[in-house]
């Protein structure tokens, strides 16, 4: 054999060679291990095209022949993927998306290994060292263009966004990548397929594309750390973390030690931990956390020490590394607490003086806070009958209704007013008035639930706001109230007898959420159906 039989084995193993350089190093993430089965693939093409030209054996020959257009096919779709991930365009990895791009790759395959009357490709001498196409084969390179124009398109789009210049220069290695490649494939169709009877045989050229790529993804992944950029960002928080941190193995064999503890703790990579060093000299406290440390090695101990070399205050923390309940190894951190210490002495010290002060301050405090409570509470209620107003009902409503129709939760509202209440003030004065308002509060506060809400409309009118209350339920309770106000007696002071007053009731019931009705609007007209109707009765609306 001559040389020309062993040029696509020589780009096998270059590839090879490229594909064990990534594999040893980078770190191992699911990004790597799509481009690894992505460059495996682009090393069977030049094997295949070797092991053609190893065997006389047509069967053999056309076997290699349909692995290697095979894995073209798949390549091609391979492509496609990986510019999906490295340009971050996941937005395309939706599964009907994914099926449509497999999809072209699939149908190439299967009529590559199953083509009838060999379409696909035909023996020259009866042989497949030299070999001729048939149909299929223009219907796969149709195949291998969509997916060069899809590549190119993802690339596009990642192109016209705002991206760094780290991440436009990766972009524009992937795009070498596939234009190489591209070009080498068109030049191989061209002279070895489209111009055979007419040119010699120039072997290796689709193979020599596929390195040429490879080689623009090497160098982008290496030049721009494309899969370290976690090992970066971890690196650059361990050395400028303000702590000291030893990483040890189960064996406490150092991992890794941050920079800052470097200049303190002369350790290394693969060294025996031993904790006893750490400390300049003893002390049962020590001697305690030293034990701790070799017989609890599954808990996070700690201590706090005055290192008499260094003169500094150091915290000093062993906590395990578990995996699945397993311990596979612990962290070592030693935290610089001397400022701490200082402004905890120097508290000690301002403590006495601090102490008198808030003794004084918290009896300031507590006047305070009871003043603001008072506020609070005059700013929520009403001053003549102690329950809510107004404007606390419209805050508390704002939010619960929300709340309500997200949930589906049923609640009502009743609206009432006391009827003929000005001739209660018009006979007996408005002090009398003032009591007939304060007793009828008083008789619906019985009647009501500690989670329902009184509150003063305005005058003699109130509201009461019912959560989580159906129609019927609603209904009840608007008749008790009604019934009990009618039979409550009012002793007035210059007044013959009792007094008892009835009430008007506008009800509203909320059941369907999908309705966006003013509440107030609603129960308001409710309430004025009651008194056009006679007074001393409720008028029920659904909504």
Not at 312 to 322: D, E, G, V, W
Request: hydrophobic letters at 50%.
């Amino acid at each position: 054999m001559g040389f020309v039989v062993w040029i696509d084995l020589i780009l096998f193993f270059v590839l090879f060679a490229l594909f064990v350089y990534i594999f040893v190093s980078v770190n191992i993430t699911n990004l790597h291990k799509v481009y690894l089965a992505f460059h495996f693939t682009m090393m069977i093409w030049p094997f295949c095209q070797f092991a053609i030209k190893t065997t006389d054996n047509p069967t053999y020959q056309l076997f290699y022949v349909k692995a290697a257009f095979v894995d073209s096919a798949l390549l091609s779709t391979g492509w496609v993927f990986f510019t999906i991930l490295l340009t971050g365009q996941t937005r395309f990895l939706q599964r009907k998306i994914l099926l449509l791009l497999s999809a072209p790759a699939i149908f190439s395959a299967a009529c590559i290994i199953f083509s009838p009357c060999s379409w696909f490709v035909q023996p020259v001498n009866e042989g497949y060292i030299q070999r001729t196409y048939g149909p299929l084969f223009w219907i796969f390179i149709a195949v291998i263009i969509i997916q060069v124009v899809t590549s190119l398109y993802v690339i596009s789009t990642a192109l016209v966004r705002d991206l760094v210049p780290r991440v436009r220069k990766q972009v524009m290695l992937v795009l070498k990548g596939i234009l190489a490649v591209s070009v080498f494939i068109l030049l191989d169709i061209a002279l070895n397929v489209v111009l055979d009877p007419y040119l010699p045989v120039i072997p290796g050229m689709t193979s020599l594309g596929i390195l040429l790529s490879a080689v623009f993804f090497v160098v982008s992944i290496n030049r721009d750390k494309v899969f370290d950029l976690a090992t970066i960002a971890h690196q650059d928080v361990m050395d400028t973390i303000g702590h000291g941190i030893v990483v040890l193995d189960e064996y406490d064999n150092v991992v890794e030690i941050n920079r800052f503890l470097g200049p303190h703790m002369h350790l290394h990579r693969g060294e025996q931990f031993n904790i006893r060093i750490i400390f300049p000299e003893s002390s049962p406290a020590i001697e305690a956390f030293i034990l701790e440390y070799h017989e609890r090695p599954l808990e996070r101990i700690e201590i706090e020490i005055l290192h008499t070399v260094i003169r500094r205050y150091l915290k000093i923390q062993a906590t395990p590394i578990m995996v699945s309940g397993l311990r596979v190894g612990r962290i070592v951190t030693f935290q610089d607490i001397t400022e701490l210490q200082r402004l905890i002495h120097e508290t000690h010290q301002q403590n006495r003086v601090l102490q008198e002060r808030n003794h004084s301050l918290i009896a300031v405090q507590k006047e305070l806070y009871e003043t603001n409570r008072q506020l609070q509470q005059m700013a929520i209620t009403d001053s003549l009958t102690g329950c809510y107003n107004r404007h606390y009902l419209t805050q508390q409503l704002e939010d619960e209704v929300i709340l309500n129709r997200e949930k589906h939760i049923p609640f009502a509202l009743i609206l009432l007013d006391i009827d003929f209440f000005k001739n209660v003030n018009d006979t007996y004065g408005h002090l009398a008035g003032d009591e007939v308002i304060c007793q009828t509060v008083e008789v619906l506060k019985q009647e009501l639930r500690q989670t329902d809400v009184l509150a003063r409309y305005g005058g003699e009118e109130f509201i009461i706001y019912l959560p989580d209350t159906r129609e019927a339920e609603a209904l009840h309770v608007a008749e008790q109230v009604k019934a009990k106000v009618e039979m409550n007696q009012i002793t007035i002071a210059n007044a013959a007898g009792p007094v008892s007053v009835t009430i008007s009731m506008g009800l509203l019931t909320i059941n369907d959420f999908s309705l966006n009705s003013n509440l107030f609007e609603d129960v308001d007209q409710a309430l004025y159906q009651a008194k056009n109707k006679g007074r001393n009765r409720i008028v029920h609306i659904a909504r």
